[in-house]
């Protein structure tokens, strides 16, 4: 009886998974994002949502207090990072695991029209080649591009496929625009 019950568990599970993995198209999807202020990880909740990805959040080592935040005083934390393109903020955490993904979308908050640097630091410690890598932002006005150009810059031997502002965008245009970056997803 227990071995029945066993096997039904394993062959459940077994369902469940081929019904996730062909949801997506058999593409796996990480969603992975820095948030100082909660913006960009309630983006990155809703797109894991709609793509059917695992979220995950990329955390720095030290976390920023509203001090460090500060982008009117020159000499805050984000200010000196910020101008500094060799600025590399540490990761707090192990290594994430990213040999199980296809598709991973990087979101951030804007920061002086460009990615804060702990996103380079993510980008320079993970293995990336190969995957296709969606970037995505929260900002106070700004666009997306500029951020996208610099990082495509930094590296060209990533395979960046067009990056999104979410900033207050609906479910639908989400949908559409994750269509066409990982057709399949969800
Ligand atoms: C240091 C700093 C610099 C910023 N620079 C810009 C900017 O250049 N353009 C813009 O539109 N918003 C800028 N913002 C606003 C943030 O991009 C915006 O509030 C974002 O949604 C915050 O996301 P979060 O809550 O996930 O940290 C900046 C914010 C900070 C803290």
């Not at 990336?128 to 006005?141: D, N, Q, Y």
């Amino acid at each position: 009886m227990k071995a029945k019950t066993l096997l039904f568990a394993i062959v459940t599970l077994l369902i469940t998974n081929t019904q996730i993995m062909a949801q997506n198209n058999g593409k796996r999807i990480l969603v992975a994002y820095f948030s100082a202020t909660g913006t960009t990880a309630r983006a990155a909740e809703k797109l894991a949502d709609i793509t059917g990805g695992e979220c995950y959040a990329i955390t720095p080592a030290r976390s920023y207090t509203s001090a460090d935040l500060n982008w009117n005083d020159r000499r805050s934390r984000s200010s000196v990072e910020m101008n500094d393109p060799k600025s590399r903020p540490a990761l707090a955490g192990k290594k994430l695991d990213v040999a199980a993904y296809d598709v991973i979308f990087i979101g951030y908050p804007i920061w002086w029209n460009l990615a804060p640097r702990v996103i380079n630091t993510f980008i320079e410690n993970h293995d990336l080649k190969g995957k296709t890598i969606v970037p995505f932002a929260t900002s106070g006005g700004s666009g997306i591009d500029h951020s996208v150009k610099s990082l495509k810059a930094e590296y060209p031997e990533l395979n960046w496929a067009e990056g999104k502002l979410l900033n207050s965008l609906g479910e639908a245009s989400i949908r559409q625009w994750a269509e066409r970056v990982a057709p399949g997803v969800k």
